[in-house]
């Protein structure tokens, strides 16, 4: 299965991601987490990415193009992936159809995870990630055992800069702006699959895999 993970900052497509991936062996390709990644290792790539991510801008298409191009064909072709957080603009959904028919295979299903706003910028400023091992935590609604310490490796607990209230807020504007048209263009090719993300993660989860399933059983 070849599914995208689309929908505003904070709506849990990373959390979902993360599991999901695990339990259905998906190849998880997360273009913040690459450039993140790259902006720590101080690559070419991390070094050009980097005043955009720290404004909540969206990074050049051609960047994050790249990127992914790079990873669903390695190795002639990544069977499962999974897509969070690209495509992000109609340009970079346009060139994921043009990487895919290059290698002659074809997007299965787009989960539109639907919140609030408000409720993605309380799970934004709330959000903790382990400085170790990356783990991701929430303040309120998925807190650490002990507070700023990671449950699974001990290391400390930290803030993404750009969950910061001001930047959230421009990240969601732009996604408002730029990421929300995405919605009618996986819908009118028929593979927009909604799912109320408002809920709890195990309820969102058993959505998401229970769609999987079906359309698993249709192919
Ligand atoms: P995204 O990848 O869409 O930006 P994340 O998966 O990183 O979002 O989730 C943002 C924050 O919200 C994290 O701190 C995460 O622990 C928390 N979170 C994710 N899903 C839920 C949920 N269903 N209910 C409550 N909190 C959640
Ligand atoms: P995320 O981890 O998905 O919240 O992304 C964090 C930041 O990385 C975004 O605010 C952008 O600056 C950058 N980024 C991630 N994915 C993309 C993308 N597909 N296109 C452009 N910029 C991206």
């Known amino acids: 299965m070849n599914v995208v993970f689309l929908g505003p900052p904070g709506a849990g497509k990373g959390t979902q991601a993360e599991t999901l991936s695990k339990q259905r062996g998906m190849e998880h390709i997360s273009t913040g987490e690459v450039l993140r990644g790259a902006v720590d290792a101080g690559t070419p790539v991390g070094l050009r990415a980097r005043k955009y991510m720290e404004k909540g801008a969206l990074v050049p298409d ?6 992914v191009a790079e990873r669903i064909g390695k ?7 999974l897509l969070d957080g690209f ?10 159809d043009k990487t895919l028919s290059g290698l002659k295979d074809r997007l299965d299903v ?10 993605a910028v309380s799970r934004l400023t709330g959000r903790w990630i382990c400085s170790g091992c990356g783990s991701n935590y929430h303040q309120h609604y998925m807190p650490p055992r002990k507070p700023g310490v990671c449950d699974k490796c001990g290391k400390a607990l930290q803030q993404r800069p750009d969950d910061k209230v001001e930047t959230v807020k421009e990240r969601l504007k ?3 702006k730029q990421t ?5 263009y996986y819908e009118k090719q028929g593979l927009l699959m909604k799912i109320n993300a408002d809920r709890d993660v195990k309820e969102v989860y058993e959505e998401v895999t229970k769609a999987l399933d079906s359309l698993n059983r249709e192919r």
């Open 62 to 67: 051609e960047v994050v193009v790249d990127i």
């Open 75 to 81: 190795n002639g072709r990544c069977k499962n992936f």
């Open 87 to 96: 495509p992000r603009n109609l340009n970079q959904a346009k060139a994921l």
């Open 110 to 119: 787009v989960f539109y995870f639907a919140v609030s706003e408000e409720t």
């Open 174 to 176: 732009v996604y408002r």
């Open 180 to 184: 929300a048209d995405l919605i009618d």
